[in-house]
């Protein structure tokens, strides 16, 4: 643990950010995350310490409340994401045979697909009206391309092992081989692989949101960037409305990304040697 | 084998084209929205009236469109219209087509992610390779905390973070476009000046987050080859530390990371659409996101089809090179 740098600060990073929506959710009151709740384009003042933007949101309301939104679009797309990628690469690696040429074609296929321009196809076709999960479930429908892979590639060396071996000849079950025998040693890298596609889904999802395809309704981090963008703040000189939710992304990334270095340490310890 | 390997990765790319239509075609639809019902419906309101021909209009258009005929007449006409690169009308600029859009948006971004991608991945590929020498200079271990934390940054947010620094705090670069108001588009000196200025911030928050990921995946090839049984019959053999570092080590180092430009292609190309449209770049990415403004179904179908299909293409053209590099391929048989 005092060795791995990586995971201190992405655990570090993290948390921070927990505490600040935490705290805000306790201090500020999010109903001022509404458009027409606040005098529009103050700068940071005490009342408004992130400022107002120009539809009178209180910005710090709309962080405190839109943080969580994206986070949690993060996590059911990575969720769903890895728990169908794993079963499919599992099932793909340990069975072989046409199943895992099918499996195998279609995730090969569908990563060399710029994912953004098939979900905006997809948010295109189903623009009215977005909520939050839906646009996570939007994500979601290719955040498992990547885990497929991977795991597929994990589970392929693993199932040379001896013990596998041996759990095969005492007659254990497919299923039993995987989840009792195979699974726990995968853990750590699933957990690396989760991450990953968490940070991932939210980068979609920031992406999607920048194009106007979000839930317009909610103050999401990438919404708030869109209005941003929307009305030329970079150029009018009104600084404070884009730099707390850059500094939010920043944090959520770096700390993602320094997360999963750290697990692949975990997982991977041929790294530790190279790092 | 070679022909058969060739064979099969064309076959992929086929059915990539194909799946990539048939996506276009059928999501739209199980929607169940009317684009061109919606289109004059809205212009009717702009006019301030309701038109009472709306019904007669939009039966004239589905005609035109042929949306009227059954969906498996559709899909066919559409498969073979886009097989020949036909994709209609644009909706919100009506009498001008999709190709003539998109035709003046393409060199534009095959420019900016052409020089780019080239830029970052032999820039990245060569400092991770240094990274990984024991004897490199010293000071370049500093370099490697910031080539992580940029790594992990998108695009665009970078874009965002340099405009604001270099173009509205310090006026060295200008903020937005791809060539000022006031010039006349033409192949003088003056002209590719103005655009090069132009293009020096974009492509900065591409090559900077980008450049840092082919450097940790590089310098990660690197150590593993180093600890290679060969790289170590080579030191025994008392080659010179020059020849082992480019001839066993980076020769092959380099091989997998072409394996990930290929892959990479397809995500360089989605933060590069994020940071066209936050810059105002005249590419396809700034089109895609004011046919998403607008509505307009065909341009964006248009688009995303175009694009795909020429990424399909980068990455065939890739792999059919790949042989070209590592020599084993050809005699591998599957």
Redesign the interface.
């Known amino acids: 643990m005092r060795r791995n740098i990586s995971l201190v600060i992405g655990i570090v990073l993290l948390s921070g950010l927990v505490l600040f929506v935490g705290i805000g959710h306790i201090v500020v009151d999010t109903s001022k995350a509404r458009a027409l709740s606040a005098p529009a384009m103050k700068p940071p003042s005490l009342q408004y310490p992130f400022g107002t933007d120009r539809q009178g949101r209180d910005l710090l309301a709309v962080m405190v409340a839109g943080t969580p939104l994206t986070l949690r679009i993060g996590f059911i797309a990575g969720f769903l994401g890895v728990g169908i990628g794993a079963i499919l690469g599992f099932v793909s690696a340990y069975y072989r045979g046409k199943v895992d040429t099918v499996i195998r074609g279609i995730a090969d296929i569908g990563l060399t697909v710029p994912g953004l321009l098939v979900l905006i196809i997809i948010a295109v076709s189903i623009k009215e009206g977005l909520t939050v999960d839906q646009m996570a479930i939007i994500v979601a429908s290719l955040a498992w391309l990547n885990p497929t892979r991977t795991i597929r590639a994990q589970v392929l060396s693993l199932r040379e092992r001896g013990y596998v071996e041996v759990a095969r000849l005492s007659g254990m079950s497919g299923p039993e081989i995987i989840f009792k025998e195979m699974m726990p040693n995968l853990l750590p890298y699933l957990a690396a692989t989760l991450v990953n596609a968490v940070s991932n889904a939210i980068l979609a999802s920031i992406g999607l949101e920048v194009l106007g395809l979000g839930p317009i309704e909610s103050p999401t981090l990438g919404m708030t960037l869109y209005w941003v963008n929307y009305n030329a703040a970079l150029i009018n000189g009104w600084w404070w409305w884009w730099t707390a939710p850059i500094v939010i992304i920043l944090i959520v990334f770096l700390g993602l990304f320094f997360l999963t270095v750290g697990l692949d340490e975990i997982a991977n310890p041929r790294l530790r040697r190279a790092g | 084998m070679r022909a058969d390997y060739l064979a099969k990765r064309f076959g992929?790319f086929l059915?990539?084209v194909w799946?990539?239509a048939t996506?276009?075609f059928f999501?739209?639809r199980?929607?169940g929205?009317d684009p061109v019902r919606q289109k004059l419906l809205a212009q009717a309101q702009l006019g301030g009236y309701v038109q009472t021909g709306i019904e007669a209009m939009v039966k004239e258009y589905d005609q035109r469109f042929g949306l009227n005929r059954p969906l498996w007449r559709q899909y066919l006409t559409y498969l073979s219209d886009v097989s020949r690169l036909n994709f209609n009308y644009s909706i919100a600029n009506y009498p001008r087509t999709v190709n003539e859009m998109m035709a003046e948006a393409i060199p534009w971004t095959v420019g900016l992610l052409g020089t780019t991608t080239l830029l970052s991945f032999s820039i990245g590929t060569f400092l991770g390779a240094l990274l990984a020498w024991p004897r490199a200079p010293r000071w370049m271990r500093w370099l490697m905390p910031p080539l992580?934390?940029l790594?992990?940054?998108?695009f665009?947010?970078l874009g965002?973070?340099l405009?604001?620094l270099l173009a509205?705090r310090i006026n060295v670069f200008p903020?937005?476009g791809g060539y000022s108001p006031g010039a006349f588009p033409g192949l003088t000196l003056e002209f590719a000046g103005d655009v090069l200025k132009h293009s020096i911030l974009p492509a900065m928050s591409i090559v900077l987050v980008a450049t840092g990921g082919w450097a940790l995946a590089m310098?990660?090839m690197m150590?593993?080859t180093q600890g290679e049984d060969y790289v170590i019959f080579a030191e025994a053999k008392g080659l010179k530390s020059l020849t082992i570092f480019l001839r066993y080590c980076v020769r092959n180092a380099i091989l997998p990371q072409t394996t990930a430009l290929?892959?990479a292609?397809?995500?360089i190309?989605?933060?590069a659409?994020?940071v066209e449209?936050?810059f105002g770049y005249p590419g396809v990415g700034t089109l895609?996101?004011l046919a998403?403004?607008e509505?307009d179904?065909f341009l964006?179908?248009g688009?995303?089809f175009t694009?795909?299909v020429a990424?399909?293409l980068a990455?065939l053209l890739l792999d059919a090179i790949y042989p070209l590099l590592d020599p084993r391929i050809t005699y591998r048989r599957k």
């Open positions: 992929v059915v990539i799946l990539a996506l276009n999501l739209p199980l929607s929205m992580w934390a790594h992990a940054i998108p665009f947010l965002l973070i405009v604001y509205f903020m937005f310098r990660g150590v593993t290929a892959l292609l397809g995500q190309l989605s933060g659409v994020l449209v936050i895609l996101f998403i403004r509505n179904h964006i179908q688009i995303v694009v795909i990424l399909g990455t």
